[in-house]
């Protein structure tokens, strides 16, 4: 199983430069919930979402995606998203894909299931969450939380 997992504020708005983490938010339900979805699971993301993070997530595994090198040995590096669907496509284990925009993209036509935490509120920012529209993802379930709903979409 293929998993998005992201939060977007209802600008579909996911991250800014102007913090140390990246997030344009800071809330700690979200990051409750981020935490028990992917505990134990292989998390895929982007070189510059690892960067913003600072470090492999504990109880994790991590692949990092990136056309270059990195020196890292806490986390597993590949240069494409491609290698890595390749890898699991005999697996049973979940793939956890953690963003960030470009890796969204290019996973949105090929998850089978996406988690998205939609944030209250218009935030300030510079990186959006891709159009959904072509990418066969429906919305089936809407649970809401204290601060924010999770929209669960499927194939
Ligand atoms: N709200 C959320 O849930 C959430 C989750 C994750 C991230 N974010 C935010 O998203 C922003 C980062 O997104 P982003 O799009 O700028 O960066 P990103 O997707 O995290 O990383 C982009 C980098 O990934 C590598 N990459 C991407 N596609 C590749 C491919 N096909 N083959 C090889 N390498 C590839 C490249 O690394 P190299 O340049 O090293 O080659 C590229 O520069 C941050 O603001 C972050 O906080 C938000």
């Known amino acids: ?55 492999p997530l504990p ?8 056309r270059g090198e990195m020196d ?22 979940d793939l956890m894909i953690c963003g960030g925009a470009s890796i969204y993209k290019q996973a949105l036509g090929v998850a089978n299931r996406m988690l998205l935490s939609r944030i209250p509120g218009k935030h300030d920012g510079d990186t959006y969450f891709p159009d959904i529209k072509q990418s066969g993802l429906r919305l089936s379930e809407k649970k809401p939380f204290d601060t924010f709903t999770l929209e669960i979409y499927e194939r």
């Open 72 to 93: 890292d040995d806490r986390v597993e590096v590949r240069h494409s998203l491609d290698e890595v669907l390749d890898e699991f496509k005999n697996s049973d284990e």
């Open 1 to 55: 199983m293929i998993t998005i997992i992201v939060a977007v504020d209802e600008s579909n708005l996911i991250g800014t430069s102007n913090s140390a983490n990246g997030m344009a938010w800071h809330n700690k339900e979200d990051f409750q919930h981020f935490k028990q979805t992917t505990l134990h699971h292989t998390l895929v993301m982007g070189r510059k979402t690892y960067e913003a993070i600072g470090r």
């Open 59 to 66: 109880q994790r595994h991590t692949i990092v995606i990136t």
